[in-house]
């Protein structure tokens, strides 16, 4: 299939953008969510709770979201009839599959041998790579037009939920890796924290995404 021949898929007619949600209401209900969601950790921070050790309360709400999220662009990818949006939220997926392979300790598991190798150390990383490496030569293949869908899909609010997700993965390197002269226990929470809301941004992303259909997100490029 030409990617000059790229449609979205039939769910809407050529050219109609899709209806937004009302930004500002949207935006402050999730903002006010965000707070609400650093009170209560805060909360129990200060109250003594134990709540940022390794598999500890914060890291697995944050793999369950990890791990939803990834569910719902693998339904996306699968739902979609062009293979070009197969690959796209295929891609999602692969990156929410790669955070969530890193985020959970599989060896501390009690799970068969065969998946503890395939889930952690040297067998995680060669399954990520081939995966990684599979997905690039697909891309490879059509990323004019992929190009173009990530950049419509940044134009809508999923895409942009999913880039402020990034962003606060990227304002929590700087407490994973100890840059401010505070405590240990401050900048593992700091860490922690962001990575929360992070996870909370992608997962909202990704349930705006599946609530307009994903395709229906895509308006055709010219």
Not at 14 to 41: C, D, E, H, K, Y
Not at 114 to 141: D, E, H
Request: hydrophobic residues 50%.
């Amino acid at each position: 299939m030409s990617d000059n021949n790229w449609d979205h898929g039939g769910t809407a007619d050529s050219g109609t953008r899709p209806r937004n949600i009302t930004p500002f209401i949207s935006g402050a209900a999730i903002g006010l969510f965000l707070v609400l969601n650093t009170i209560f950790w805060g909360a129990l921070y200060f109250d003594g709770m134990v709540t940022t050790k390794e598999n500890g309360l914060i890291e697995n709400c944050q793999a369950g979201l990890i791990g939803v999220s990834g569910l719902i662009f693998l339904a996306g990818a699968l739902g979609r009839y062009d293979p070009r949006e197969k690959i796209f939220f295929g891609g999602w997926f692969l990156l929410c599959l790669s955070f969530l392979l890193r985020e959970m300790d599989i060896e501390t598991y009690n799970l068969h041998p065969a998946l503890i190798w395939i889930g952690s150390g040297f067998g995680r990383n060669l399954l990520l790579s081939a995966m990684w490496a599979t997905g690039i030569v697909f891309f490879l293949g059509h990323w004019r037009t992929l190009t173009l869908m990530l950049l419509e899909w940044l134009r809508h609010p999923a895409g942009v939920l999913a880039l402020l997700a990034g962003s606060f993965l990227l304002l929590s390197l700087p407490f994973e890796h100890d840059v401010f002269a505070v405590n240990a226990a401050t900048l593992e929470f700091g860490e922690e924290i962001l990575e929360i809301n992070a996870c909370l941004l992608l997962f909202f992303s990704t349930l705006y995404g599946a609530s307009k259909g994903f395709g229906v997100l895509f308006a055709t490029p010219r």
